[in-house]
């Protein structure tokens, strides 16, 4: 039976090509396959939610309304596919700034929990770092995936995680976590596990 689940997304390296502090509307480039990959995970009834890390804005390197001007451009370049995010929400702060919403940290989650009524069994996060699989064990989730496209495959290597070449790899403990080789084999993995 399909449960609707709430997909937890990382932005950069995960979605878009990882420009290293983007500021410009114009560098946001979908990754391969992320639209069509997104659009099935709508079909399939699930919310989409993107959590980021924008530490940028607490650096001074760039404006909150640079982040707002980049997640419009995400939404333009996904909408031809059928998909719209249920919410978005970023953490500006530097990591000095010691907040609870900076991913690893489920400041974020929590506060999409309240917002939405997430459950955190029916929840699964998809980023490309380990602080994404971090955040989804501090925050509950029923699992973290780890992409290898951004800095996943440099971050699975120096963890010791695998790192497939295609389709996905799960690594033994809980809560569950998963290596995919790319986004479209993450999506696959998850459906899957509802069928």
Excluded at 20 to 43: E, W
Excluded at 94 to 112: H, I, S
Excluded at 135 to 156: D, P, Y
Excluded at 166 to 175: D, I, K, L, Q, T
Aim: charged share 25%; with cysteine.
């Amino acid at each position: 039976m399909s449960v609707s689940r709430a997909v937890l997304l990382d932005r950069d390296g995960t979605l878009i090509e990882d420009r290293h502090y983007l500021a410009d509307p114009a560098g946001v480039v979908l990754l391969p396959g992320v639209g069509p990959a997104l659009s099935r995970l709508v079909r399939a009834g699930h919310r989409l939610f993107l959590v980021s890390n924008q530490s940028g804005v607490g650096r001074g390197y760039f404006t909150e309304e640079a982040v707002f001007a980049c997640q419009r451009r995400l939404e333009a370049l996904l909408e031809p596919y059928g998909v719209a995010f249920t919410d978005a929400v970023w953490c500006p702060h530097a990591p000095e700034a010691r907040c609870r919403c900076r991913k690893p940290l489920p400041g974020m989650f929590d506060l999409l929990r309240a917002r939405h009524g997430l459950s955190p069994e029916t929840a699964v996060m998809i980023g490309d770092k380990l602080d994404d699989l971090a955040f989804a064990a501090n925050a509950g989730l029923s699992a973290g995936v780890l992409v290898l496209s951004g800095k996943g495959a440099e971050q699975a290597r120096k963890a010791g995680l695998p790192v497939p070449v295609s389709g996905c790899a799960e690594v033994p403990g809980s809560p569950r976590r998963v290596v995919a080789a790319d986004f479209a084999s993450a999506v696959e993995w998850m459906m899957k596990e509802e069928e």
